[in-house]
């Protein structure tokens, strides 16, 4: 009798994995958040306080807030200094190895973290990310760093490498924020050298359908722009508007960029099937309140 019996397995496994199945489906899906810039995952002011909240309005659910790199200070210097794709590669790393995120998680990425997180969306598909909300996202860029979160060290520092130019080849390899510096007076250098953002944008003349495909498997996008921003230029940036090219003074909303109209990211796609969800709040670059956050984010998107 050493065969093995499919009739026989069955007739005592198909109970249990209905158990499991059971049981899984009542654990609250996972949230993994990934910080700003000058940030890092770990303050108990930042995103300890986020982390927080959410573990208390959603009793049970797991939290993760990403590190990149070994320690703290690594985080917070990776955040201006490391290549962003290999920050996004460290996170999706990260993400696989995770037990707790196999049946897929939801997303919160505040600043920079949003595009990153965007990118972790578009690249690595497994495990699923079911909802994906960015905070004051530059998911068109920047043109423009007004307020450097940093100590002042490090912010002198990137503020002489974009005064070099966002577009040499050295400031690309060596700033993760010239890698999502869009100069809309310069956009076909743009396309050609943003080691970061031209791709995620799949603004090359080469589009990448993968990236659309992944997005569009997003349950939803929540983009939220903070009406008074002062840090992202421009603040629109955030809900995907951007400069009409060629000047920067008038800024136009997505529907009117060629992101949008030509559906290479499948934007347009995810609007049409009601799954992207523009919100805006008052507030400077990432100012809400915590009873804003329960009420439109926690309690409409992670429940
Ligand atoms: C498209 O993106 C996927 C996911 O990152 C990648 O594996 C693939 O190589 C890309 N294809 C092209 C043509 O760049
Ligand atoms: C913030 O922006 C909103 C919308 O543009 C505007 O109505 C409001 O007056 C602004 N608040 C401040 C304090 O600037």
Redesign the pocket.
Known sequence: MSRYSPAMTASWALPLSLLLVTAAAQEPTPVILWHGMGDSCCLPTSMGMIKRTVEENIPGVYVRSLMIGPNIIDDTLNGFFMPIDAQVEEACQKIAADDSLQGGYNAMGFSQGGQFLRAVA??CPSPPMKNLITFGGQHQGVFGLPNCLGTEGVCEIVRELLDYGAYESFVQSHLAQAQYWHDPLKQQQYVEVSQFLADINNERD?K?E??KENLNKLENLVLVMFSNDTMVVPRESSHFGFYALGQDKVVVPLQQTPIYTEDYLGLQQLDTDGKLAMLATEGDHLEFSIDWLVENIINVYLK
Do not use: K
Request: no cysteine; charged share 15%; aromatic share 16%.
């Open positions: 578009q690249r080469v990448n993968t990236y």
